[in-house]
């Protein structure tokens, strides 16, 4: 069993940054961690993955804006978010899992969330 815990969220105006952290516990034994967001009424969609490797992916979206990195160590993951804009207000989530799916149906562990909205 993996927990996975998030912290970070909050408001932010647009233009300005943002870093949440997902603490991992328990089972820490899987290959691909990831955060995704949900909009009211919108589909839950990948934001970054990183591997076991270090190998990381980014969607168009928020390339260039976010980065996903991890300190072992600490088996926190880490989502920076910089030149925040109003379109990126969401639930945002941890996840665990095997593979480094874009997609949400394939994640075996997930965080409670943490709120991020960004006013104009």
């Known amino acids: 069993q993996v927990q996975l815990v998030e912290s970070g969220g909050g408001s932010a105006q647009a233009g300005g940054s943002l870093r949440l952290s997902c603490v991992a516990s328990g089972n820490t034994d899987y290959n691909c961690m990831a955060w995704f967001r949900q909009a009211p009424g919108k589909e839950r969609e990948v934001v970054a993955v990183m591997d076991s490797n270090g190998a990381t992916s980014v969607v168009a979206p928020v390339k260039g804006r976010f980065t996903i990195s991890k300190d072992n160590a600490k088996n926190t993951l880490y989502l920076q978010m910089n030149s925040l804009k109003p379109e990126d207000t969401a639930m945002y989530y941890c996840?665990?899992?095997?593979?480094?799916?874009?997609?949400?149906?394939?994640?075996?562990?997930w965080g409670q969330g943490t709120q991020v909205t960004v006013s104009s």
């Open positions: 996840a665990a899992g095997p593979v480094c799916y874009m997609t949400w149906h394939n994640y075996d562990y």
